[in-house]
């Protein structure tokens, strides 16, 4: 039955075996990066943007490139939209683990 249905909806058995691979997700994070290596250092959009990037090779590492597309595709996503703007003179602190 399984093999009907296979060979009835090849699109279906094909969708079910496209994981996203090591290339797949190098490919989202170099475009993500170039995006965000656009917006000055400062930026917000570029500093929560470098953060998912850092995220996604994350996942890369643990084997799960389904995940790193997803978060360089959010990467991209914060840097397109600028969703994060600072006012004139206001600055982003970060602390340090120890702070």
Same mark, same amino acid.
């Given at each position: 039955m399984t093999l009907l249905v296979g /060979?009835?909806?090849? @699109?279906? /058995?094909?969708?079910?075996?496209?994981? #996203?691979? %090591?290339?797949?997700?190098? /490919?989202?994070? @170099?475009? &993500?990066?170039? %995006? &965000?290596?656009?917006? #000055?250092?400062?930026? %917000?959009?570029?500093?929560? /943007?470098e953060r998912h990037l850092h995220q996604a090779m994350m996942e890369a590492g643990n084997g799960e490139f389904d995940e790193c597309v997803e978060m360089a595709e959010r990467a991209a996503q914060l840097v397109r939209e600028r969703r994060h703007d600072l006012s004139p003179g206001e600055k982003l602190k970060v602390l340090k683990p120890d702070e």
């Amino acid at each position: 039955m399984t093999l009907l249905v296979g /060979a009835a909806m090849p @699109g279906i /058995a094909a969708a079910a075996t496209d994981e #996203p691979t %090591l290339h797949d997700c190098e /490919a989202a994070v @170099g475009a &993500a990066r170039a %995006l &965000a290596l656009d917006l #000055p250092a400062e930026n %917000l959009s570029r500093y929560f /943007a470098e953060r998912h990037l850092h995220q996604a090779m994350m996942e890369a590492g643990n084997g799960e490139f389904d995940e790193c597309v997803e978060m360089a595709e959010r990467a991209a996503q914060l840097v397109r939209e600028r969703r994060h703007d600072l006012s004139p003179g206001e600055k982003l602190k970060v602390l340090k683990p120890d702070e």
